[in-house]
């Protein structure tokens, strides 16, 4: 079993920065690809950004391109999401995740385990 852990989050002004990171812990190999989900009240849980095993390749949603940036750090077994000049429609709880079977992963149903989430608001 895996376990991730997510902190960061929290409330912010429009325009701010945050940084999440979510810890893994309960197995010795890292995951392949990893990533952050994030759903706002009454949505639909969305892809935002992931990260491959290495950490060379890093892909993210339109919504979030230019303004977040996804890193990992493996022999922390952590991964992290900088967020920068964020928006109102930012407002979400973010979840970490992670794959045991996928070399690249955007879509929910290619992710094995996840986070409890935390929570980011942003204040317009």
């Known amino acids: 079993q895996v376990k991730l852990v997510e902190s960061g989050g929290g409330l912010v002004e429009a325009g701010g920065s945050l940084r999440l990171s979510c810890t893994a812990s309960?197995?010795?190999?890292?995951?392949?690809?990893m990533g952050w989900f994030r759903q706002a009240p009454e949505k639909e849980r969305e892809f935002v950004a992931g990260?491959?095993?290495?950490?060379?390749?890093?892909y993210y949603a339109d919504s979030v391109k230019g303004r977040f940036t996804i890193s990992r750090e493996n022999a922390k077994n952590t991964m992290y999401l900088q967020m920068n000049s964020l928006k109102s429609e930012d407002t979400a709880v973010y979840y970490c995740?992670?794959?045991?079977?996928?070399?690249?992963?955007?879509?929910?149903?290619?992710?094995?385990?996840w986070g409890q989430g935390t929570r980011v608001t942003v204040s317009s």
């Open positions: 309960g197995r010795t190999s890292s995951a392949y690809a």
């Open positions: 995740t992670a794959s045991y079977s996928h070399m690249w992963a955007s879509k929910l149903n290619e992710y094995e385990y």
């Open positions: 990260v491959s095993y290495t950490g060379r390749n890093t």
